[in-house]
């Protein structure tokens, strides 16, 4: 299970580097705290790093199911996908929102896979 801990931080790292973005953003066009809304700039930094956090629910437990009932190694690689998918939505939302599909979509796909891994594999290890 170490390749599945080792993503893990490495998401977590990721998804603070998201945040530490919107900091910058923020400082630089002047958004207040607790304000969400400001400088178009500061606004999509602010939702890459919050689809990130919504897909991080979704993505941790299917990681390590995935990595416990299927193949901790093969469950990392695709962890490693969604992060890599994770900066490819970044990079587009950040240039121009309208070209973010991809890279969220190869993130679902991934998170997808390792979620329906982790079922069967629950499911086939319950039935004995």
């Given amino acids: 299970m170490e390749p599945i ?3 893990t931080v490495l998401v977590i790292i990721q998804v603070n580097s ?6 910058k ?3 630089k066009h002047g958004v207040k705290a607790p304000s969400i809304t400001g ?7 602010f939702r ?3 689809n990130t956090v919504e897909q991080m629910v979704i993505f941790l437990p299917a990681l390590w199911l995935f990595g416990y009932y299927v193949h901790a190694l093969i469950g990392a690689g695709l962890g490693l996908v969604f992060m890599i998918a994770r900066f490819v939505y970044r990079n587009a939302y950040l240039n121009d929102p309208s070209n973010r599909s991809a890279g969220f979509g190869i993130g679902m796909l991934a998170t ?3 979620a329906l891994g982790g079922l069967i594999g629950a499911i086939m290890s319950w039935m004995g």
């Avoid at 998201?18 to 900091?23: H, Q, S, T």
């Avoid at 400088?39 to 930094?45: H, K, L, P, V």
Wanted: aromatic share 12%; proline share 0%; no cysteine.
């Fill in 112 to 114: 997808s896979i390792l």
């Fill in 48 to 50: 890459v790093h919050q």
């Fill in 5 to 7: 801990a080792i993503l």
């Fill in 18 to 23: 998201f945040a530490f973005l919107v900091g």
């Fill in 39 to 45: 400088d178009a700039e500061f606004e999509r930094a």
């Fill in 25 to 27: 953003q923020r400082t």
